[in-house]
């Protein structure tokens, strides 16, 4: 089965500090992508960043970089240069390239301390 | 209009009451998600349109009835819901290729904050 672990309920960051949320996964399927997402509290989900599990190096969007350890199944989302906009959820999902699902992890709060 | 929009963003009803949830995509995307969100609980994949055509059904209660009458609409109808039905409900849209690389990802809509009183 198909499965996203997000162990951290919860963190509280020091505004301009890095921060990383963390991100597991489980899947027999050898092709797959990895996907962030963050909701303020607005409710809209944003995409953040995107690793494929064929891809060689860890994906980087601006501030936001995907740690990928495929032997680890690791998944985790590292923040550069925190700002207090970052205060939101942040969900971690995976997809099988076998079908449309993403599955989802349950969630970290992120709040940025001024 | 750009991205995903969803109508209404807010919603109260009855349990007896009939309504329907509205979303449209302005990306010219191919697929399009509905999902329940609740409190403290993982989202939770609804239903999928893929060309129009009704991919996936996760088991959901026949309360819910989706319509996908082109690619760049969705709705979901509801009627005699119950309390626990109570959400956001979200909806997305993605393009979908035959390619091993492509990244699939899906865009939101700012969802519909449902109470069923």
């Known amino acids: 089965a198909q499965k996203i672990t997000q162990t951290q309920p919860g963190m509280f960051v020091q505004e301009k500090e890095a921060v990383t949320l963390d991100c597991t996964y489980d899947t027999s399927d050898p092709s797959y992508g990895l996907f962030w997402y963050k909701q303020p509290s607005s409710g809209e989900m944003i995409f953040l960043i995107y690793q494929g599990s064929y891809d060689q190096q860890n994906a980087t969007e601006g501030r936001y970089s995907l740690n990928f350890q495929k032997a680890r199944k690791s998944a985790n989302l590292v923040i550069s240069a925190s700002q207090l906009g970052d205060s939101a959820m942040y969900f971690c999902?995976?997809?099988?390239?076998?079908?449309?699902?993403?599955?989802w992890g349950a969630g970290t709060k992120l709040i940025i301390k001024p | 209009e750009t991205g995903v929009t969803q109508t209404p963003r807010h919603l109260v009803m009855g349990m007896t009451n009939k309504k329907s949830l509205k979303c449209e995509q302005h990306?010219?995307?191919?697929?399009m998600y509905w999902y329940k969100q609740s409190a403290k609980k993982p989202l939770e994949l609804m239903f999928v349109?893929?060309?129009?055509?009704?991919?996936e059904n996760n088991s959901v209660p026949s309360r819910f009835s989706p319509e996908c009458p082109n690619s760049s609409h969705l709705f979901l109808h509801l009627h005699t819901l119950q309390p626990e039905d109570s959400a956001l409900y979200l909806c997305?849209?993605?393009?979908?290729?035959?390619?091993?690389?492509?990244?699939?990802?899906?865009?939101f809509g700012p969802g519909t904050r449902l109470t069923v009183t």
């Open positions: 990306l010219g995307h191919n697929a």
């Open positions: 999902a995976m997809r099988a390239n076998s079908n449309y699902q993403l599955i």
């Open positions: 997305a849209s993605s393009q979908e290729r035959d390619s091993l690389y492509h990244s699939y990802e899906q865009y």
């Open positions: 349109y893929n060309f129009k055509e009704q991919t």
